[in-house]
Nanobody
Framework: QVQLVESGGGLVQAGDSLRLSCVAS????????VGWYRRAPGKQRDLVAA???????NYVDSVKGRFTISRDNAKNTVYLQMNSLKPEDTAVYYC???????WGQGTQVTVSS
């Protein structure tokens, strides 16, 4: 059983930055690709950033150039640096590997205009 704990969210203004963290209870991020997902109110959970075991990254178009995914295997932690935040980034953010483990609680990001 692996637990994923996300943190770092908050209420910010448009243009601000946040760094989200996701800590795993076991060393899994060096074994699998990992992604950050978000679920906006009334919408499904979507992948926004992915990081392969080899270090390749992919981002959904809406966050390219603003978000950066990274990981620290020694700390069992994955990060999402979010810059130039927009109101449409408001969502609950989750991390998970591929294949998925059980979802964590997520961390709420709210961006006011």
């Amino acid at each position: 059983q692996v637990q994923l704990v996300e943190s770092g969210g908050g209420l910010v203004q448009a243009g601000d930055s946040l760094r989200l963290s996701c800590v795993a209870s076991r060393s899994i991020f060096s074994l699998y690709a990992v992604g950050w997902y978000r679920r906006a109110p009334g919408k499904q959970r979507d992948l926004v950033a992915a990081l392969s075991t080899g270090g390749s990254t992919n981002y959904v178009d809406s966050v390219k150039g603003r978000f950066t995914i990274s990981r620290d295997n020694a700390k069992n932690t994955v990060y999402l640096q979010m810059n130039s935040l927009k109101p449409e980034d408001t969502a609950v953010y989750y991390c998970n590997t591929q294949p998925h483990y059980s979802w964590g609680q997520g961390t709420q990001v709210t961006v006011s205009s």
